[in-house]
């Protein structure tokens, strides 16, 4: 729980890995919503260490796609990549406890080390018969030029979410030991953990595919003797098909509705409604009224599907 006379933060955290598409803008909508009722602080951080999927050019696009639809923040934070010097502290925090090894595998031997070969959606799980022999052992000065994995300890990691609610993951079983460091940088894991830690978030509002990775967080936070943030994993917005919003469910990146002439406030008004908000005039959604409307008591908790019709209608 934060402390209550700490300030409340949130962050936008966009990765510039293409332009923002409606399941973004309402996740973001959301946060946004849920910053400006509560009076916390929201910054935004570009995460611009997604290697290979950064597209550099889509940095300013992400920026414009927020502003247009009236979304705002308080501060921007530096380019996540600017500054490595926390996430290389946590990585040798970590190496001395005894807590990360490195590991020289590629991903097709990860892969074909597993029983049944297959891909989560968290990611690759990684069997703990690959783990060395003299992993724990405590490492003073790791090789940053390695990859390294964190060493998970065979427990229940509990995930108090505040619209999920509790969630127990047993890490060492869905995943295994995963990747904190390779040789281009901090991986994801480590980098928002450390970055939500030293920028004070007290508040995560992301969608819910991110939810195992929660757990993982809360583990790499603890062993650092850092807090964790409060949790909001929202529910995501889905294809007819039930997949995960994507270029096959055909274009809807804002940008486009934005070139080829839809008002903003549309787009809002069915962000709104798969938020449980509607628009007085049934068509058109102002941010600030979205901020107004919006109670996160109303927000349902089941995925949304995005339509033929809702395309229609916003074209
Ligand atoms: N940058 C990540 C993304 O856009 C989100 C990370 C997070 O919220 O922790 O998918």
Redesign the pocket.
């Known amino acids: 729980m934060p402390d209550p006379d700490r300030t409340l933060r949130s962050r936008l ?3 510039p890995t293409g332009a923002l598409h409606l399941g973004n803008a309402r996740t973001f909508a959301i946060n946004w919503a849920l910053a400006r009722q509560r009076g916390w602080e929201l910054v935004l951080r570009i ?1 611009d260490l ?1 290697h290979p999927r950064v597209k550099p050019e889509t940095i300013d696009l992400v920026r414009d796609d927020l502003a247009w639809l009236g979304l705002d923040w308080d501060r921007e934070l530096p380019l996540q990549s600017s500054d490595l010097s926390d996430a290389q502290d946590a990585m040798h925090t970590i190496a001395r406890l005894g807590r990360a090894f490195p590991c020289a595998l590629t991903r097709r031997e990860v892969q074909a080390a597993q029983s049944a070969p297959h891909e989560q959606e968290q990611g690759l799980r990684y069997e703990p018969t690959l783990r060395p022999s003299n992993a724990g052992i405590a490492i003073e000065n790791p090789n940053l030029e390695e990859t390294w994995r964190f060493l998970v300890q065979p427990e229940i990691e509990i995930v108090s979410d505040e619209i999920q609610g509790a969630h127990a993951f047993n890490i060492a079983e869905s995943i295994g030991d995963f990747p904190i460091w390779t040789s281009r940088g901090p991986a994801y894991q480590l980098a ?1 953990a450390v970055d939500d830690a030293r920028h004070g978030i007290t508040d ?1 509002v ?1 969608g819910n595919d ?1 939810l195992p ?1 929660a757990a993982r967080q809360q583990s790499l936070l603890r062993t650092l003797g850092l807090p964790s943030p409060r949790w909001w994993h929202v529910p995501l917005v889905r294809g007819e098909d039930g997949r995960r919003l994507a270029k096959r469910h055909g274009d809807t990146r804002l940008s486009t509705f934005r070139d080829s002439g839809t008002k903003a406030e549309r787009v809002m008004a069915l962000l709104g409604r798969w938020c449980g908000v509607e628009a007085e005039s049934g068509d058109r959604l102002s941010a600030a009224e979205f901020a107004e409307r919006f109670s996160i008591d109303n927000l349902p908790n089941r995925d949304i599907t995005l339509t033929q019709e809702d395309f229609a209608w916003l074209t």
Do not use: F, I, Q, Y
Request: aromatic residues 0%.
């Open positions: 955290a966009p990765s995460e997604d928002v995560v992301r991110l990775s």
